[in-house]
């Protein structure tokens, strides 16, 4: 069953990335990380609004659900902005594009809809046992 799932990804996204390299890829990226940062600002600034104004002793409001579900959706957004920081980076290196994993390309209509996208979908499909030692989470 792995096996065919694996064979039906391949197929579905088997196009590969041309000009990686492009400025095509840069404004995207970059576009993506204005929204990233502007959506990181904004849920800052409600999390301290709804923290301060949190009746409680300690002036966090860390105990009221409001300002609990805001720092959670902050620091998905922290997340998110990181992960397109590092393709960026990896745009600067020249490994955009390429999976971290396998090496391979990464089908250009993924990196479209996603691209801060690390692995190729053969590879996103793996699990990845990474060692406790190492001090990383799995993807």
């Known amino acids: 069953m792995f096996a065919e799932e694996r064979a039906r990804l391949a197929a579905m996204t088997s196009e590969p990335v041309a000009g990686t ?57 922290r997340r998110k902005l990181a992960d397109v920081e590092d393709a960026l980076g990896r745009l600067a290196a020249g490994r955009f594009g390429s999976c971290e994993q396998c090496g391979s390309a990464i089908p250009a209509g993924l990196l479209a809809s996603a691209p801060e996208i690390r692995y190729c979908p053969c590879c996103d499909a793996e699990p990845v046992l990474v060692p406790a030692a190492a001090g990383q989470l799995p993807r």
């Open 21 to 77: 390299r492009g400025p095509r890829w840069r404004a995207l990226l970059e576009a993506r990380w204005q929204a990233r940062v502007r959506e990181v600002t904004e849920l800052s600034l409600a999390y301290h609004v709804a923290a301060a104004a949190a009746p409680d002793d300690t002036g966090d409001g860390a105990d009221q659900p409001e300002t609990r579900v805001l720092l959670g959706r902050t620091v998905a957004a």
